[in-house]
Every structure is written in C-alpha cells, then in structure tokens.
C-alpha cells in the first residue's frame, strides 16, 4: 500500500505551493531523503514547482514524476487559514504526511491526526525556529500580552540568585531588558540584553533558567 504525502514550499506569508508524491512518504524515508538531498531553500523550491506531481523518489534522491498534475498555490489571508487550507488539501489527496519547506529546513507534519493537531503543531513549529532565530542574534523575543510574565520571571531570577559571584553584568542587562519590557508600544516587541550575559547565564542553575525562559516565551 502506497504512503502518500504532499511536499511543500512556504513561498510567503499567504501563500503555499504543494505537489503530490504518491509513494515511500513516511518520515524514515522521505522525510530523510529530503534532508538529504533537497536541503537548500533552491532544491526544494525546484522539487515542489518544477513538473508533475511526483510517483516517488528514490534512496538517491531522483525523482520520478507523473506527467501530469504539479504545484498546486494554496493562499490564505493569515496564518491560521493558510495552514488549514493546507490541511484540506492535503487530506482530500488521502495524505499521510506533508513535508513544507521553512526557513531552510523540512517541517513533518501527520495528517492523521486532525486539522486542530496539524495546524497547532505547524504554527508551535514556527513560533519556536523565530524564537531559535532571536536567541541567535542576541535578543529576547516576546510577545506584547506576555510582557508582564517576562518582568515577573527576570525579576525572579534576580531576587533566586544575587548576588552571585560573576554575575552583575547578567543583572545589568536584565535590568536594561525589564526597562526595554516597560516601555515598548510595538506589535512584537524584542528586548535586548540577551548576547552579554550568555556565558554568564550559563553559569546558573541549568533548570531555573530553562523554567525562566520558558515563562518568557523564548522557549516551549
């Protein structure tokens, strides 16, 4: 019995392109295949867009396509209709698994689990690549409804934890963080002071600070 699947290609917020690959879809195959051979944001662009809908590809990654079919454009007006339309489709092609393309790297998502389940694992997927995103360039990422939890754990982690010895520059850039939280108005607001204190963090106890990050946001 076939295990099909849809691969995918995040063209921009609104829209999804998607072909149809009728065998060996399942995550220890395909899912590796792709990782493999299709790694680059060109390749995956090209094995979705460029021909028929796709009978299989093989342990050495050649495709084997249909002369027929081929990228469907999928668009919503926001985030949440986009992923469910793409569940939609992906289900009335008999799915087992879709593969999409984000930010240079293979999402796996289930279909057999449900339009809420799918949907809700896409978007966690997302939200937590932006966050690994932020954490890399150095800043704290949170969102404007969560800005008094942020305040609340920073300032919980300073009172758990000072003095410690090394550690007044991560309690500086704390403070400056609770001050950048008090006052920024915009949409999605980026707190910095996290690049300084990095080591310093490091330096703490691994669980608090983990439970701190995570009551921030930055990770789930």
Do not use: C
């Not at 966050?131 to 704290?140: A, L, Q, V």
């Amino acid at each position: 019995m076939a295990t099909r699947g849809q691969i995918a290609y995040l063209v921009n917020a609104n829209t999804i392109a998607t072909t149809y690959i009728h065998y060996d879809a399942y995550p220890e195959f395909l899912g590796k295949t792709l990782d493999i051979f299709y790694d680059s944001d060109m390749e995956a662009k090209d094995l979705v867009m460029n021909g028929g809908s796709i009978r299989s590809i093989d342990e050495e990654g050649t495709v084997d396509r249909f002369n027929e079919g081929g990228a469907k454009m999928i668009k919503g007006e926001d985030e949440e209709t986009l992923f469910s339309l793409l569940y939609d489709h992906s289900d009335a092609a008999a799915a087992d698994y879709v593969y999409l393309w984000v930010e240079n790297d293979w999402i796996a998502l289930p279909v057999n689990k449900g339009r809420e389940y799918f949907v809700g694992l896409l978007k966690d997927k997302l939200r937590n690549m932006t966050n690994e995103n932020k954490i890399e360039e150095g800043t704290w990422s949170v969102m404007p409804e969560r800005i008094p939890e942020f305040i609340d754990a920073v300032e919980a982690l300073k009172e758990k934890y000072h003095p410690v010895v090394g550690s007044d520059l991560v309690f500086d850039h704390l403070d400056e963080a609770i001050e950048a939280a008090k006052s920024l108005m915009s949409p999605a607001p980026e707190m910095p002071g996290f690049e300084g204190t990095r080591d310093a963090l490091d330096a703490l106890e691994e669980s608090f600070v983990n439970k701190m990050k995570f009551r921030a946001g930055i990770i789930k």
